[in-house]
């Protein structure tokens, strides 16, 4: 007997939109077509699409150390507010940082405690980590994350140079891709020097000191080394077009190059942060008009492949005050399918089928999970019921993290997630997190 069938909806994959029932037994997805029979519990999904469930590859729980800032709790819940089933934690913002084969066991005994989604983890690269990414590797990581520039966390160093060779090389051999935050480390933190030399603390200014070739020559300088020695590369949370660019072309000379941009960098411009002031603060930061169309414009022509909210938030007294001090971080996991759905489908015709493929199909392959992101029999449980008409304007009571602080607070979208499902449990609907816990840890397939 069925368990679950949800009844009437519109199934949304990479590979087309068709009317269809989907049939659930225990975990996994038994049947899709239309009229099938009758299930234990049926639900009603008549004038809504069916996506898969929402990987977000890239959020920051904080988990142990900050959950006074997030926490898998209350994370999870706000990823399934927007119709997300699976998220990957950074390994940086919890404390410890994810470097080693201890610090992974830590943290999934606390996800799996908290969290309400499935979760995979990110290990770190940090100097002198080298030698623990193949435990970590064996532990089940997603793969290993470095910055190119000051994480703003001090326990997190970046990466020298040599760090990075030696640590693509060994990703290389392991068969696991290297994520980078590219940004120029000597650029930024030269021109922030100055600026602080001359008083300048203005939004404009924390903007201007962080340019669009910073991220550029970090671009290429990653995608040289990758090349080098064989590695696959994820670009986290590339914030401009000619950043996309740039990375499409070491893609077409041959390096293995993933290319991740964030919601905020397609919805927020530069003159958005300087209305609302930290709350849209983030590295790289936000962009101007100008920039942000070519980002559009790269997403729509298919070079982007990942969408990924990088979650990270902070508690409330961090981002008040002093812009400059604040945190730099972006609490905006609830919205990424809304900003997709909105000026994405509705304002730029981006198919729905590419917005299924850059949060769902895409982060599953590229990460070697190959039950999830798809919507077919066999394939996890993982939906997300969304109604793609009906307006709505985003309310701090809406947000289920656990601070009601995000820049698209007042924002109005049309795509709203209605309901959740995660491996055949519905655990958000009605506005409300509706399972307490559940979530367990997901490993990509071994090379
Ligand atoms: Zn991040």
């Known amino acids: 007997m069925t368990d679950l069938v949800v009844r009437g909806g519109t199934v949304v994959t990479p590979e087309g939109v068709n009317r269809a029932d989907i049939a659930i037994e225990g975990d996994v997805i038994s049947a899709i077509a239309p009229e099938l029979p009758g299930a234990a519990e049926e639900v ?55 470097v080693n084969a201890r610090e992974f066991d830590r943290k999934r005994v606390a996800l799996e405690a908290a969290s309400i989604t499935d979760f995979a983890l990110w290990g770190g690269l940090v100097p002198g980590s080298v030698q623990e990414m193949a435990e970590l590797a064996a532990r089940g990581v997603v793969g290993f994350k470095a910055f190119l520039c000051h994480s703003g966390l001090d326990e997190f160093p970046r990466v020298d140079d040599l760090t990075l060779l030696e640590g693509l090389r060994e990703a290389a051999r392991l068969g696991m891709p290297v994520a980078v935050h590219a940004e120029n480390h000597e650029l930024i933190a030269a021109l922030s020097q100055r600026m602080a030399g001359e008083g300048r603390r203005s939004v404009r200014d924390f903007l201007e000191s962080r340019p669009v070739i910073a991220e550029l020559e970090a671009i290429q300088r990653a995608t ?57 603060k983030c590295a790289p930061p936000v962009r101007d008009r100008q920039e942000q169309n070519h980002l559009w414009a790269e997403l729509l022509r298919g070079t982007v492949d990942v969408v990924a909210s990088d979650h990270s938030p902070s508690s409330p007294d961090r981002k008040a005050g002093d812009f400059w001090r604040a945190w730099g971080g ?19 015709r981006l198919p729905l089928e590419r917005i299924a493929a850059l949060v769902a199909a895409e982060p599953a392959r590229r990460f070697r999970i190959p039950d999830r992101g798809r919507l077919v029999p066999g394939a996890s449980a993982d939906l997300a019921l969304v109604d793609l008409s009906a307006p709505f304007t985003l309310k701090s009571d809406d947000l289920l993290q656990r601070h009601a602080l995000s820049p698209y ?10 309901r959740t499902i995660r491996r055949g449990e519905t655990i958000f609907a009605g506005g409300k997190a509706t399972a307490r816990s559940g979530g367990k840890l997901v490993r990509p397939l071994p090379m």
């Open 44 to 98: 009603d999904a008549r004038g809504l699409f069916i996506f898969p469930g929402v990987i977000d590859v890239h959020v920051h729980f904080n988990e142990p150390g900050h959950t006074d800032w997030e926490g898998a709790a209350t994370g999870s819940r706000a990823l399934a507010a927007g119709g997300g089933t699976l998220f990957f934690d950074m390994p940086l913002n919890s404390i410890p940082c994810t």
């Open 330 to 348: 972006i609490a905006g996991i609830q919205s990424t399918l809304a900003v997709l759905l909105d000026r994405g489908y509705h304002q730029r």
């Open 224 to 280: 040289l080394l990758a090349g080098e020695v064989g590695a696959k590369l994820h670009i986290i949370h590339l914030s401009s077009g000619r950043g996309v660019s740039l990375a499409a072309e070491a893609r077409a000379r041959g390096v293995d190059v993933s290319i991740e941009t964030c919601p905020h960098y397609l919805f927020f411009t530069d003159e958005d942060v300087e209305r609302l002031g930290a709350i849209a």
């Open 409 to 418: 607070i007042g924002a109005s979208f049309r795509g709203v997630a209605k």
